[in-house]
């Protein structure tokens, strides 16, 4: 594997500019300064109760995301060129998404196989010809970026149904200002608080044609006991929304409805963080107690709209994500800003041969898995484990993709024998309305801080840290 | 607001002034059994103070005897007694999760900070009294941080009046628990009246209400039973009687009322119980009946919290 890209130091001894203060502010701060500062922010972070649970681990329900004190900066160039690249692809997405689910014309053309599409657990035959209002599909997004150089920017992964984190970029933030008010006055940080009032414009807008002028909008959450359940409260508090469970909901005459203590209350939007299978037990898994029964009959009945729209999976499967570069192409005609990372395709007879044939040296990936859950990273794999990837890749070649190792790029982190480079990747957050496509300047970074790793999930020991766009 | 919010609002107020009287409770009870046997009589305040938290026949399950260290752990500390002071503070934290937009910062940090505490300080008990006492005070400053921050930060809306209609049920069911357990202590015809004996049982009763002080300044006496009753069941100034509950209860009812623009049983039966504390004095009361009078309270009493269930929080 190639030297990693670092953000902050040139190869041979200088800075990039974008990091020049951040580094004399270093210099002049003591080692035990910024460990008790650390410590600071870790305090801060449980107190205000931004834990998430890790599934499966019974010793500690809730547990802190690592938070690294060092902040992760951009220059404004950078930025916008990463804008501009997210604002196209997320367009795609979405023109994907309404084209799967009506006319089909890139079917037609042959740009994506069928069975893809209709063999794929998660595409919804019941959107099929479904209106969604204002055509919007996805309205959040969360598109993994990491670099491997001073120039692109590659997607690792699209996030097109719950996705989670930003609750950590705004908190991050707060905390920062709050340890840090020194180093913010020697930067000109972009401010990315607006994104609740962002969110919450681009979910009235896209209300259903029978809402009122002033829709109810609504944050449903499956609970307490969801991994994510802090963000879902920290977010509809911020939006000043209700959040509500499933069993907070009724459907009547195709209408949704939340109890209340004065009755019950129409809701227009429901930006939901429960997944497709779980929103309607009469429609999807009958065992749900997190849905709401006959939501989906309202849904087509368009009384009531989903953010995001059911289906969506489709468009961020990592199957279809190797096809992303030629969907960009396709509905906009335009190059794509953003690079892909070269995939192949397991389910192709000659890519699966070239990945069974170097799988030492890949990183292959379960096509429905996420949270980096069962992938393998060659590289880092022993001989063992890669041969018992290499019978299940057999099996199911179809139910897998490989891509090359990425040399992700580095930026200085604290550890325990000071500051160090860890391996970072970046997650932005798209808000699509009715009318516009809006990003925060920033976005969620994730940190891998074990030496060497490349693992950044959080369910597997990865910390996150504040990203900072300059505002030049 | 949810009907979801409302009612986890309501019960984490419960929980908390739940976990402060228990706290008070065994303060009091403590003080007293920490006097000669001459002074108390021979009662077991222990089982008093079971009996006043209303958990004796679970308690009699898991234990024989009901002495201080068994009594003092299975209220405080148990996990098995659904409402030791643990686990109210267990249910406060997670009610208040659930409901966290509905909470102010300060209310959400008081209760999460004491759920850290109760892990990290509290998680073996306390081994000796001294640990038990600033345990005790750890709960009852929580609850008074956790009052003062509602009453500080809340919006006035219905947010606030559910949570403040949950302190109030709660503490006139304590009170009135109090009562119940002690009131034969309470009755002129009780033989040694005025006795050393009573006079420790009085002040505990006192206590464990937090109203000893204030008994003095509003009757300039020294104890004597019958004013004890008046101004626990009563005395509208003090704010735990009845009487008090119960002007708080009918007034945060009728603020629900006239901002949702309508009445319901629970704002008529609420108004018919403080109706019969206005116009109750303690000669009837006693004439009547301390024992019978507490009980119906308690049975009316938590027929409201039925009755509010049903048209607000369902």
């Known amino acids: 594997m190639a030297v990693a890209f670092d953000e902050m130091n040139i190869p041979g001894g200088d800075l990039r500019p974008a990091y020049q203060e951040l580094a ?124 491997v150089d001073a120039e692109d920017f590659i997607v690792l992964e699209d996030n097109a149904r719950t996705p989670s984190g930003v609750s950590y970029m705004l908190e991050n933030r707060e905390i920062m200002m709050r340890l840090f008010p020194d180093l913010f006055a020697r930067h000109r940080v972009a401010p990315v608080e607006r994104y609740p009032d962002e969110l919450l414009a681009a979910l009235r807008s896209v209300a259903p044609l029978s809402a009122s002028s002033e829709p109810t909008v609504a944050l449903l959450t499956p609970g307490v006991y969801n991994s994510a359940y802090y963000e879902h409260s920290f977010l509809a508090d911020k939006l000043g929304i209700e959040l509500v469970e499933g069993r907070d909901l009724i459907v009547k005459n195709n209408e949704v409805f939340m109890r209340t203590t004065e009755g019950l209350k129409r809701v ?46 489709i468009a961020d499967d990592k199957a279809i994500y190797s096809y992303m570069p030629d969907i960009v192409k396709f509905y906009l005609g335009e190059e794509p800003i953003l690079k892909n990372v070269p995939t192949w395709r397991c389910r192709e007879p000659k890519d699966l041969a070239y990945v069974l044939d170097n799988l030492s040296e890949l990183v292959v990936k379960e096509v429905h898995g996420s949270g980096g859950y069962g992938m393998l990273i060659g590289p880092a794999a022993t001989k063992a484990t890669i041969e018992a990837f290499r019978d299940k ?35 932005p957050f798209v808000l699509t309305g009715s009318k516009s496509t809006t990003i925060v300047p920033g976005g969620l970074t994730r940190v891998a801080l074990k030496e060497g790793s490349l693992v950044v999930n959080s369910s597997q020991g990865g910390g996150t840290k504040d990203t900072w766009i300059l505002d030049e | 607001m949810l009907s979801r919010t409302a009612e986890n609002l309501y019960w984490l107020a419960r929980y908390v002034e739940r976990a402060e009287y228990l706290a008070r409770t065994i303060d009091a009870t403590l003080r007293v059994t920490a006097l000669p046997a001459a002074y108390i009589g021979k009662t077991n305040e222990w089982d008093s103070a079971l009996l006043t938290a209303g958990v004796a026949a679970s308690f009699y399950q898991a234990y024989e005897e009901a002495n201080e260290h068994n009594v003092v752990e299975y209220l ?31 209310m959400w940090d008081t209760i999460n900070s004491a759920w850290i505490e109760l892990q990290a300080v509290w998680s073996k008990g306390a081994s000796t009294r001294e640990d038990l006492a600033k345990f005790l005070r750890f709960v009852q400053e929580t609850s008074l941080r956790f009052d003062g921050s509602a009453y500080r930060t809340m919006l006035r809306n219905d947010a606030y009046w559910f949570s ?83 002007g708080n209860l009918v007034r945060n ?17 609420a108004r018919g119980i403080r109706n019969r504390l206005e116009h109750s004095n303690m000669d009837d009361i006693f004439q009547h009946g301390v024992h019978e009078f507490i009980q119906e309270f308690i049975t009316d009493n938590s027929r409201l919290g039925e009755i509010i269930t049903k048209q607000y929080l369902i």
């Open chain 2, 164 to 246: 403040r209609m949950g302190v109030h049920l709660e503490r006139a069911d304590n009170t009135a628990r109090i009562l119940d357990v002690k009131y034969h202590v309470l009755l002129p015809e009780e033989e040694h009246v005025g006795g050393p004996l009573d006079f420790y049982q009085w002040s505990s009763i006192l206590r464990s209400v937090s109203a000893l002080t204030a008994y003095h300044w509003v009757y300039r006496e020294t104890l004597k039973p019958w004013l004890i009753a008046d101004l626990l069941i009563l005395n509208d100034t003090l704010p735990r009687s009845l009487a008090s509950c119960y």
């Open chain 2, 76 to 106: 405080s500390f148990s996990m098995d007694n659904p409402s030791s002071i643990r686990n109210c503070i267990e249910a406060a934290r997670l009610n208040s999760r659930s409901v966290r937009t509905a909470l102010t910062s300060e």
């Open chain 1, 24 to 147: 004399r502010w270093l210099k002049e701060t003591p080692p035990e300064a910024l460990e008790y500062r650390r410590q600071e922010a870790e305090l801060l972070f449980r107190r205000i109760g931004i834990t998430f649970a890790v599934y499966g681990d019974s010793e500690s329900t809730e547990r802190l995301i690592p938070f690294d004190v060092i902040p992760r900066i951009m220059s404004g160039k950078e930025w916008a060129r990463l804008e501009k690249g997210l604002k196209q692809r997320v367009r795609a997405l979405n023109m994907f998404l309404r084209d799967i689910y009506h006319g089909r014309d890139i079917l037609r053309a042959e740009i994506v196989p069928d069975d893809l599409i209709f063999q794929n657990p998660v595409f919804r035959p019941e959107m099929n010809g479904q209106q969604v209002p204002h055509d919007v599909y996805v309205h959040i997004a969360g598109i993994d970026i990491v670099r």
């Open chain 1, 393 to 427: 890749l057999k099996r199911e070649p179809e139910g897998f993709i490989a891509q090359p190792t990425l040399a992700l790029s580095t930026c200085p982190t604290c550890t325990a024998s000071g500051l160090a480079p860890r391996h970072v990747d970046l997650r």
């Open chain 1, 268 to 313: 227009d939007v429901i930006y939901r963080r429960v997944d497709d299978d779980f929103l309607d037990p009469l429609t999807f898994r009958p065992d749900s107690v997190l849905g709401v029964p006959g939501l989906m009959s309202a849904y087509a009945a368009g009384n009531i709209t989903l953010a995001n729209a059911v289906g969506t999976g």
């Open chain 2, 253 to 269: 009812l009728d603020q629900i009322g006239v901002a949702y623009g309508r009445q319901g049983p629970a704002q008529r039966h």
